[in-house]
């Protein structure tokens, strides 16, 4: 658990602060020095080339051939960021101080959350740090948003909320359209529905040459929280706009007997990222790790399965079919 720790610490450490990663170093603006450096990087790193069937090295056979000696900044990250764009990852990205890539998996697949229609069902929601929160009317529900996992989390707005809502029969979580951030709250959050100390995921890094050479796996665990928790059934609300920390907090939920998902496939992203610096000073970012349920199964980068799948009528703008059909199975119980 330490060495994860330790990982996640600095994978946070790099993400966290794109723009500010590395001062500029102009040694060389070289496309062909540039080129080589991201592709043999990508290549050595790079954690889902198996899982994706993507050959590397016919990229950058396709990619190589677009570089001219005399090219312009602008034509070289053209170049660079589609390569990275093959890899079909939103963890993967490049930085240039003028732009930077990236892929938006959620573009690829239909919405399912819309803030007006949660604004009108609950024009009265209340606001606790990063959460939004109120009573489902007509119902012993409680609803909590939680928009991004860049958002704080901390004990005092979590004692508020599960304190306030001891007595319902159950519980909404809204991870919809969540594209992720801080992991560390995956389990500050999770520990507070966790019935006991539960191994929930592993986690394996790419560490050899092979496009496959990974480490041994290491146990994730969720702690059972020492003060207030939430024991009765918890509704977990996903889509395809449910990203990276989001798709991690889905998969982990599985090991959790009294949590479901509901609503859409998760948008993946289960790969933690990490990167280095070209020799422009142009950096990047790209997932170096894989997430495994208990089965080792790895399924989280292409998305975490929901347990009763819903979606979002865009007919009707009055209801949010999703939160109705997480009523329902809260009601059965």
Request: aromatic content about 10%; overall charge negative; hydrophobic content about 35%.
């Amino acid at each position: 658990m330490k060495k994860l720790l330790i990982l996640l610490i600095t994978v946070i450490a790099f993400t966290s602060c794109e723009k500010e990663l590395f001062e500029p170093n102009r040694a060389s603006s070289d496309p062909y020095a540039n080129f080589n450096h991201l592709w043999q990087e990508v290549d050595k790193k790079y954690s889902y080339f198996g899982l994706k069937e993507l050959d590397w090295d016919e990229m950058k056979a396709k990619y190589e051939a677009r570089l001219s000696a005399g090219m312009s900044e602008e034509a070289l990250f053209k170049v660079l960021a589609e390569m990275l764009n093959e890899l079909k990852d939103d963890h993967s990205n490049l930085i240039a101080p003028f732009n930077i890539s990236r892929y938006d998996v959620a573009l690829q697949h239909k919405p399912n959350f819309h803030q007006r229609t949660i604004q009108d069902l609950l024009p009265n929601i209340r606001i606790t740090g990063g959460f939004r929160h109120e009573l489902l009317p007509g119902t012993k529900v409680a609803y909590v948003r939680y928009g991004s996992f860049m958002n704080e989390v901390t004990d005092a707005d979590l004692n508020h909320i599960l304190s306030r809502y001891q007595d319902t029969e159950g519980l909404i979580l809204d991870l919809r359209d969540n594209g992720g951030g801080n992991i560390a709250n995956i389990a500050r959050i999770l520990e507070r529905f966790a019935p006991k100390r539960t191994r929930v995921a592993y986690m394996i890094t790419r560490n050899g040459k092979g496009r496959n050479d990974f480490s041994a796996p290491t146990n994730f665990y969720i702690n059972r929280h020492n003060g207030i928790t939430y024991d009765k059934p918890v509704m977990v609300l996903i889509d395809r706009g449910s990203y990276s920390a989001t798709t991690f907090f889905a998969l982990a939920t599985k090991a959790l007997p009294n949590v479901t998902l509901v609503g859409d496939t998760t948008g993946g992203g289960g790969g933690l990222p990490n990167g280095g610096q070209l020799p422009n000073g142009w950096t990047y970012r790209f997932s170096i790790t894989q997430v495994l349920d208990l089965k080792m199964q790895n399924y989280a980068e292409q998305g975490v399965p929901p347990d009763i799948y819903a979606e979002f009528d865009w007919s009707d703008l009055s209801r949010d079919e999703i939160i109705e059909r997480a009523v329902q199975e809260l009601e059965k119980k």
